[in-house]
């Protein structure tokens, strides 16, 4: 009988009749997962609520996760060292991945700060079903809309390990999507994103 301190030894991978592709046939879809990363304040959270009604009023299976809501809940007790924002990445990414496992659009936001964050979310999902977009918007006017008050806080020292003013923000290097918010509205956003996906589903 196998120690009950040795549970990894207990556990085998059980596989199941109905797979991925039989639950995207149902759906009429090909699963995918919209990973949203920028600063604080880029827009992520209103690109991804519009991107998700536009989804939805065509008829398609979404769920969207989102950075303060998860730490609500699944990733609760996490603060913001690196080592806990790589442990609340890796918990989405696992999560996202049983969403694809059902053959859901996945929209995913967070600001992910580090490349390495990143790649980890790719690998945990699977490159082929990883799409990165990459809401770029100036420092300057995330801080310039500081809705929450958090840059304000962050600038006087009032918070510690804030990205973008004392904790750094790697910017995707090759995202799938590029997205500059200058100039540019959410509409058009999301609709850029559409565009790429009619090569994923028929939208």
């Not at 556990?11 to 600063?39: A, F, P, S, Y």
Request: hydrophobic share 35%; charged share 30%; proline share 3%.
């Amino acid at each position: 009988m196998p120690s009950i301190n040795n549970h990894d030894s207990c556990i085998v991978w059980h596989e199941h009749k109905i797979k991925r592709r039989d639950r995207e046939k149902l759906k009429n879809q090909k699963g995918c997962v919209l990973w949203l990363t920028g600063l604080s304040g880029c827009g992520k959270s209103t690109i991804a609520n519009l991107l998700e009604e536009r989804l939805n009023e065509k008829g398609f299976h979404t769920y969207l996760l989102d950075g303060d809501n998860i730490r609500h809940g699944l990733s609760r007790g996490l603060g913001f060292s690196e080592e806990d924002r790589l442990e609340n990445i890796k918990r989405v990414a696992e999560a996202a991945k049983l969403f694809l496992d059902a053959g859901i659009i996945v929209i995913a936001s967070f600001i992910s700060p580090l490349r390495k964050h990143r790649q980890t979310a790719k690998e945990i999902i699977g490159s082929g079903d990883f799409v990165e977009i990459f809401i770029d918007t100036p420092f300057h006017e995330c801080v310039k809309r500081d809705a929450k008050g958090w840059y304000k806080k962050a600038l006087n020292g009032e918070i510690e390990s804030y990205t973008g003013v004392d904790s750094p923000y790697e910017k995707p290097e090759n995202p799938n999507v590029h997205i500059k918010t200058n100039g540019i509205n959410a509409e058009n956003g999301v609709e850029i994103i559409i565009e790429i996906l009619s090569a994923i589903n028929k939208l």
